[in-house]
């Protein structure tokens, strides 16, 4: 039976076991729970996010995979992910089963503030870890199965997101003992997530056509990826502004640093891209804004509002040039999430160091740190520099051992056929399509007649006419995809989108 009254305020009043009387403000337990949705908003939004960049025939087994992370950590949380991260009797390394099943995990303080129970500790934590999941899985992009992927999310969000969690934010892990700053997940979510999603982008190998024009294809619906980021950037008040876990100063705090660092990391990026095209792209400004709410998020509790400027710039600026590591380095990350989450999660990390302030972190009238090299605390930037190496270093060696342990389990194996990846992993995994769109089966070497439209249920042929030959369509398996809009004369169907784009 679980004990709790109400005081005489309208606060909730839980009882240890020795009998201690422990309260817990309703306001500050309300702005947890509505952080914890605004996270869960987040993963879809990275589904609309990573769909919108891809191909239309692999743009619904984006969104898929970000609820199937939801799905598969939620269970994993309650199963033992929570006890591995948050267990006070843990090691410096990885907790213990003490909570397994989530025993015990009720009305008593949580190990992560006294001002808010563990239950709801918890629910808010498990945002973190499926979203964490859903930026890693990305990198399957265009080339992963799904079923092994549910495998996969499991399996790593065990081996690696818990312990990594554990370390940074457990108060008996190594990194928070050595006194590492990470107000919100610059090690635990994104470098994690971006440096896994390296290690699967190596594991799987190139696309089919990398390094041709076949793969130089703009995102096919921009309107996915802004409203993705509008997702992300509104949900990431609940994850940086939650994780205050309280309604106090600091936590508006972190919200102010957090909108400005994405505002100028959009300016920043679009502003480079600017350079080269001489277009304001809204892919590039959306980028740029999940870079500096990246390169924020560790800081977000620890540093004041002109910093946050840096923050913006500097991840902006890092993570924009850090995209063409793939071309020195040959791999294929198709969504550039290393670029993005572990370049920007390292350069959130270090910048922490140099500007986090312990006036600052004292907003919430409780923390106390020394501060960054502001505050002449100078080991600081050691301690971040130590955190981030071992984040790096730790989730690209075990996931590549995930990986390879699943190659060779029958059944587990991660990359796709060569023909899924012709068909479009949403026909060829899921039978199901992000569009409705008219798919005609040519064989291989005919000539191809698409100028037909529906009308009333029979087909009728149009003025328009367009011939494919073999050549044109070989790298689609005989496949082609046309809308149901006639095409106008200058090769662009009514709805302005090359009928080349389409496939």
């Not at 970000?66 to 990885?94: K, N, P, R």
């Not at 198709?334 to 600052?360: E, P, R, Y």
Request: net charge negative; hydrophobic share 45%; aromatic share 12%.
């Amino acid at each position: 039976m679980v004990n709790v009254t109400y005081d005489a305020s309208g606060d909730l009043t839980a009882y240890t076991p020795d009998g201690t009387p422990v309260v817990y403000n309703l306001g500050d337990m309300a702005w947890v729970i509505a952080a914890m949705a605004l996270v869960w908003i987040m993963i879809p939004g990275v589904g609309l996010f990573y769909s919108g960049l891809l191909r239309r025939k692999n743009a619904l087994s984006m969104i898929w995979t970000s609820l199937a992370s939801v799905a598969v950590v939620s269970f994993q949380w309650f199963f033992w992910g929570f006890s591995l991260a948050f267990s006070e009797t843990g090691s410096a390394f990885i907790g213990d089963l003490k909570y397994f099943g989530l025993k015990g995990v009720l009305d008593q303080p949580s190990i992560g503030s006294s001002r808010i129970p563990s239950i709801l500790f918890c629910v808010y934590q498990l945002m973190f870890a499926a979203i964490t999941a859903a930026l890693a899985v990305g990198a399957i992009a265009e080339r992963g199965r799904l079923g092994p992927t549910l495998v996969f999310i499991f399996v790593w969000s065990t081996l690696v997101y818990d312990p990594i969690a554990c370390w940074t934010w457990n108060s008996n892990g190594w990194s928070f003992v050595m006194g590492g700053l990470d107000f919100a997940g610059g090690t635990p979510v994104h470098i994690s997530s971006g440096t896994a999603a390296l290690a699967i982008s190596i594991y799987l190998g190139k696309r089919r056509g990398y390094g041709t024009e076949r793969l130089a294809y703009k995102p096919h619906n921009t309107t996915y990826v802004i409203l993705g980021t509008v997702f992300l950037w509104f949900g990431w008040f609940g994850f940086n502004g939650g994780s205050a876990l309280s309604a106090n100063l600091r936590a508006v705090q972190a919200c102010i640093v957090t909108n400005l660092a994405a505002s100028v990391g959009g300016l920043t990026w679009m502003f480079w891209d600017w350079r080269i095209e001489k277009k304001w792209s809204a892919v590039g400004f959306c980028s740029g804004a999940i870079s500096g709410l990246v390169a924020i998020t560790p800081a977000s509790g620890f540093v004041g509002s002109p910093a946050a400027v840096a923050f913006g710039v500097l991840g902006g600026t890092a993570c924009n040039f850090a995209t063409q590591l793939k071309f020195v380095f040959k791999y294929d990350d198709t969504l550039d999430i290393f670029a993005s989450h572990a370049v920007g999660g390292v350069v959130g990390n270090i910048l922490t160091g140099l500007f986090a302030q312990k006036s600052v972190a004292g907003f919430d009238g409780v923390t106390v740190i020394p501060g960054g090299w502001l505050d002449h605390n100078w080991i600081q930037l050691g301690h971040q520099l130590a955190d981030s190496v071992a984040g790096l270093s730790y989730s690209f060696v075990m996931t590549t051992i995930i990986l390879w342990i699943m190659h060779f389990t029958p059944g587990c194996r991660l990359r796709a056929s060569e023909e899924a990846e012709i068909l479009g992993i949403d026909d060829a995994e899921m039978g199901e399509f992000a569009y409705d769109y008219v798919g005609l089966e040519q064989e291989i070497g005919h000539t191809l007649d698409t100028g037909v439209v529906a009308t009333g249920g029979a087909r009728e042929p149009d003025h328009h006419q367009i011939h494919h030959t073999h050549s044109e369509n070989k790298d689609f398996g005989g496949r082609a995809e046309v809308n149901e809009v006639a095409p106008s004369h200058d090769g662009t169907s009514t709805n302005g989108e090359s009928q080349n784009e389409k496939v």
